[in-house]
């Protein structure tokens, strides 16, 4: 059997999480979630999450700059973070350089990575480097903290609970193909271009979400929405429908979309990377929630769909009217 079977979420679900299972402490959060979560005492946890990029698998070094690598290295590890509510305390940084890597090179990429580091409060403490045959490899880690009443994990959502999320979809999506398809920046792409390339976490809205107990579950757009929602409905044991009429997407993505030929939709629900909140809100507290929301961050809560019971599957519906023509999300593998 090979890994392309069972893929990413197969290979940790089936063959690694379950070897660590008894070895995991009382009140401790491991595989499975967005991070993980060790208590430190009666009212504080210690968060703990690390991504890993690979050239030529997470992104092409002639297509994005150093600069601009180093601030995503670290945004996607900080979005875990805000997933959970989570307050980001410190990072380390691991490398696996080339031996044709320009210094001027690693200025730039360090000078990203710092840039976003001032800007989210969140040190580096460490790390290590070393010598890669061919590919420049990052992996970061970056730990946090949050009281532990206010954690949100992916097992929260209930019946009723409104599905949202905290920005557009489907405009990282959008930006990888232009890059794909050697499509130049313009005027009516460059939001396509940033959000893939420099993506920034939602770290404040998720510290204003976990503030309120009627947010229920929550989950960062990492891998898609049909993959992200997914890890919600399984820990939860519930189910979703989804209005793809409500799911958000930018007016670049759409023209840009329509000038290629490409599928807009399948973008915003299966493109990954967009790296806002995918969340559940109590219905009865939704409005109030997401007007509060809006004074706070002068931007939308978009609701795209809600949770019913039955088993782990995503409805989506058009027009009230089932659809089944949907791809669903990122798989390594």
């Known amino acids: 059997m090979k890994l392309s079977s069972i893929g990413e979420f197969g290979l940790i679900e ?29 009212t504080t946890s210690h968060l703990f999450t690390t991504d890993m990029l690979i050239e030529k698998t997470h992104f092409l070094r002639e297509k994005i700059t150093p600069f601009q690598l180093g601030f995503k290295s670290l945004a996607v590890n900080l ?9 980001p305390v410190s990072s380390f940084l691991s490398v696996g350089f080339p031996e044709d890597i320009n210094i001027k090179w690693v200025e730039e990429f360090m000078r990203g990575y710092k840039d976003l580091s001032q800007k989210e409060n969140t040190p580096l403490l460490g790390g290590d480097t070393t010598k890669s045959e061919d590919k420049i490899i990052i992996n970061v880690g970056v730990t946090g903290e949050i009281q532990n009443g206010k954690i949100k994990r992916r097992n929260g959502a209930k019946e009723g609970d409104i599905i949202c999320v905290t920005n557009t979809l489907g405009d990282s999506a959008g930006g990888l193909q232009c890059i794909l398809n ?16 420099t993506p920034y976490p939602h770290v404040k809205e998720g510290q204003w979400l976990a503030e309120k107990e009627e947010v229920h579950a929550m989950i960062d757009t990492s891998d898609g929405l049909s993959s992200d929602l997914m890890h919600i409905l399984k820990a939860s044991n519930a189910r979703a429908h989804i209005d793809v009429e409500k799911i958000p997407m930018t007016k670049e993505l759409i023209d840009t979309a329509e000038r290629y030929n490409w599928n807009s939709l399948e973008m915003a629900v299966s493109g ?15 409005s109030s929630i997401k007007k509060a929301f809006i004074r706070e961050f002068q931007k939308e809560l978009f609701p795209v769909g809600e949770i019913v019971t039955g088993e782990p599957k995503i409805q989506y519906l058009k027009e009230n009217k089932p659809i089944e023509d949907i791809r669903s999300g990122y798989r390594h593998f």
């Open 14 to 42: 089936e063959y690694i999480a379950p070897e660590f299972k008894n070895l995991i402490q009382k009140h401790m959060t491991g595989i499975g979630d967005d991070c993980a979560i060790i208590p430190v005492g009666k």
């Open 272 to 286: 990954g990377e967009d790296y806002g909140l995918l969340l559940t809100i109590d219905r009865n507290a939704f």
């Open 79 to 87: 979005s875990d973070i805000a997933a959970m509510g989570g307050k």
């Open 182 to 197: 050697n499509i130049r920046i313009s005027e009516s792409n460059q939001k396509l271009f940033d959000q893939h390339l």
